[in-house]
């Protein structure tokens, strides 16, 4: 076409083409390749006028011609996601719901623009992506408390060839549900506290984690059993268990209480055992058990045990340990200190002392009581009986009956009951005396005279098991007693005197005789009567 030239019509299209020089054949050419991806639509039709070139003032002449350009698609734009990067899903899910669905474009046309989705290196096997649809499952259960969040790699892959791709992450927050109950840090919780500890004071903690968050994590605490008294409180928010009443270990030693810690509704909770011994405070005095009295014999050695003293005590361990004490060291008993037992530390004797009262005095660490102990002594025969006279000398008149009373002796026993008991003997038989064996009173068993003087041994035994024998000897002397009148021998006399006799001659001796003694023998004559008085 020389001397001709051509131009496009579409000032549009002609930004895009160029024809060439005026040549044979007419060619158009593409003015900016790189510009051809930006054209909005994919067919052109061009009217290419052609003219020719004759000099002025000839006439040109046109012609025009319809030129129509497809452009075909070549694979040069990846896909773009255009779907949200975040999402959530609680984590009570059901397996195989939906919690994500992917989206891309692609500019490229046909298969190039055809997208298939992927996961890239899947997490834990817990969500699987449609291919087609880009549409994300759940395949595994989810744990918010075990993992969070997830972040899934979704690669978008285009059907060109070669196929382009691109990726994009999302992540996915597990949503709390309160699927957790709460649990505490301690299996078993153990705290001693003093029974005069002041109300108020704080004893434990107690504490319990729930893995779940929000309000569904928030944990509170309550005494659910073993407080039927409210002696103790608990913070519900800090789990501080506190002295909400005085104790007293004697009453309840120890405590057992069950604490629930729960979260919201709906609720989940659990429990847990706080052991809560009470230790024993020295506020009780020692309680002597019983009044006590004891009996020991006279004669018990030293170091005898007489009896023991015991108290008892409601506090415990150390505060219950007594010490024994006598107050008055001039007793002949001594105490054990540890054991209460009394002992005696000097010879004893009924006689002088019978019954003792000892003043026992129970010490523990912080009080001291004390109680009276009575020790009798009893009687043991150590004492033989003992006359009130070593010997008895009694002068008896002669005594004209029998069984007539001629002296009492008399014994004393220090001893008691059948020790003390006195009973008389004459030790060897007497032919003349016999003794009332209980008054001690001495009779004659015949007639006394002058000549019967006698001297006995008199012994006192006491009425002892193993008995015992005092002595004195009794003497008596039977003094005459004028019961015998003088008599003559013989009893008549006839004497013969010559008449012529001087006076003063004897006429006769008369002999007469008494049978008493002494004083009562001595005779003494007399004329009783005469019928003269020359005699």
Known sequence: MEGNSCSVSSRTIESWFLEEKPSKPLSLTIVDGEKLPMLPQSFYSLVVQVHDMAPLPASRYTSTAQVSIILLDVNDSPPSFISPKLTYVPENTPIDTIVFKAQATDPDSGPNSYIEYSLLRPLGNKFSIGTIDGEVRLTGELDREAMSNYTLTVVATDKGQPSLSSSTDVVVIVLDINDNNPLFAQKLYKVEVGENTLTGTDLIQVFATDGDEGTNGQVRYAIVSGDANNEFRIDSVTGVITVAKPLDREKKPSYTLTVQSADRTPLQSTTVKVIINILDENDNAPRFSQIFSASVPENAPLGFTVTRVTTSDEDIGVNAVSRYTIRD?????????????????????????????????????????????????????????????????????????????????????????????????????????????????????????????????VTATDGGWVSRTGYCSVTVNVIDVNDNSPAFSPEDYFPNVLENAPSGTTVIRLNATDADSGPNAVIAYAIQSSDSDLF
């Open 329 to 457: 060291t001039s007793l002949p008993f001594t105490i054990n200190p540890s054991t209460g037992d009394i002992t005696i530390s000097r010879p004893l004797n009924r006689e002088d002392t019978d019954r003792y009262r000892i003043r026992v005095s129970a010490h523990d660490s912080g009080w001291t009581v004390s109680t009276d102990v009575t020790i009798f002594v009893t009687d043991v025969n150590d004492n033989a009986p003992r006359f009130t006279k070593p010997s008895y000398y009694l002068e008896c008149p002669e005594l004209p009956g029998i069984g007539l009373k001629v002296t009492q002796v008399s014994a004393t026993d220090p001893d008691e009951g059948s020790n003390g008991q006195v009973f008389y003997f004459i030790k060897s038989q007497s032919e003349f005396f016999r003794i009332n064996a209980t008054t001690g009173e001495i009779f004659n068993k015949q007639y006394l005279r002058y000549q019967n003087s006698s001297g006995s041994i």
